[in-house]
């Protein structure tokens, strides 16, 4: 199984895995095209998936796309999230390339605490300061707590949904299938 240490090392290649499994042709015009990535982009990751043998004739091989389905992974737009066992990866789609960064689930936990009391629309700088953490950090976080559904999103603010409130009768994130 090596491939699978090459999709920890790099997770930026998951939205390639998703867009095969969901049926996209093994092209890198057709990858960008639907990713909204750059061609140079789709033939690098496409490049890395053949040299690893995770592609098989038209599509993913079988244990791939079995192992994919059983990933906790929500996205949203350009944004996907990939739950792993201590955290959370966060990978951004990007025209140029595809960035990607890391949540601990204590982070999460903390910021969900204090938005549990929050009621009006707030900005990622309102939380960094409030909660003493890095902008960067604070705005992973709100990114996996907007793909899980639990924020709402709009110019630059988000506002907290109901469903953040009530996590607790909430059914575990949508697993990408």
Known sequence: MKWL?????EPWLLPFLIALNSGIEPSARELSRYLGVR???AKRGLWILKKEGILEGDGLRLDVSSWLTHQRIWHAGKIVVWELKNGYTVIIVRPKRIRCSY???STLKLIKAYLSGVTDEFTVRYLSQGLNISPKIVSSALRVLWAMGLLKREKGRYKVRDS???EKS???GDVCS
């Open 164 to 166: 953040l409130r009530n």
């Open 170 to 172: 909430r059914p575990p």
């Open 103 to 105: 949540v601990t689930k």
């Open 5 to 9: 240490n090459r999709i920890y090392r």
């Open 39 to 41: 061609t140079k982009v």
